[in-house]
């Protein structure tokens, strides 16, 4: 396998980033694409997805936005079959829990026919420091329709090196894993250990989910995005997905990283720098 490049779908994104850096310490060929690379890859133009494929042996595959948008079956039907004409031998979905498109997602991979992996991921910490929550804490203040639904969130560091084992020891083929954090959290505890962390007062308020697509809705943000964010924090965010599960222990021998873990890393990158500055502003 070393001689394919491995194809990485989401070449910035959280996870694929993350992927890519670790496939080329370890000597792997990689192609990593999204929209801005040459070939590239738009999941919204399928016309784009053979220049991709050709000539590598796996893949790692990120759908845009999410697979609980109504489209991502089909569009991942297509994906598979593209691919499986195109030769490639295996690939590893990302995938999220407790979401019905994702598991029909799921299904299409695992009747492809060629070998595949699932890593059905938790929230991950990184939507706190790479992602949309980003703002509301360097704002001092993150605003969510939430509530006090607890979430075993996940480091993507942690997925990246199950989503790594599974592209590189054949041990692990054929089999889904469904990673999760240590510990079921609500967003009221996360941002109390990132303000103590940080030493900085940094709060969470909790809104009714009428109230918070309404804002986006003045802010602008288009229809889809409503679509899914409400999807997300009702359906998905009901509670169903508390449970802690061994998806990292199972895949790589050791416990996943802790909330407080990920806190100190993210505080050593700099990335909350700001909200330190303005208790001195
Ligand atoms: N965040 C979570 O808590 C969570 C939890 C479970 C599962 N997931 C799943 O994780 C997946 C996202 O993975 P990620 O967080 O690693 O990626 P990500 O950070 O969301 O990836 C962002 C990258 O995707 C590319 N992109 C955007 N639209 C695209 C399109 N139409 N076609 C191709 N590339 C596109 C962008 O690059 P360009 O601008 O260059 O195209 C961007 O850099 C989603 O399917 C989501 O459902 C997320």
Redesign the pocket.
Known sequence: MKQSPILI????????ARVNERLKALGYATRPV????NPS????NPATWQSALNGTGAAYV???????VPNAESAIKEFVRVAVDTGLQHIVL????G?EG?QRAEEVLKASGISWNIVR????Y??FS??FMLEGILAGELVLPAGDTVEPFVD?DDIADVVVATLTEPGHRNRLYEVTGPRALTFAQCIKEISDALGRPVTYTGIPVDAYISALREEGAPEDLQWLLRELFTVVFDGRNRNVMSGVKEALGRPPTDFKTYVQKAIESGVWAAVRQKEFA
Do not use: V
Request: glycine content about 10%; overall charge negative.
């Open positions: 779908i989401g070449k910035n994104g959280k996870t694929g999204s929209r801005s690379t890859f738009d999941w919204e990120t759908y845009q936005p999410d697979l609980a990302l995938s999220g829990r979401e994702a991921a938790s929230w991950f990184q939507n790479e992602s993507a």
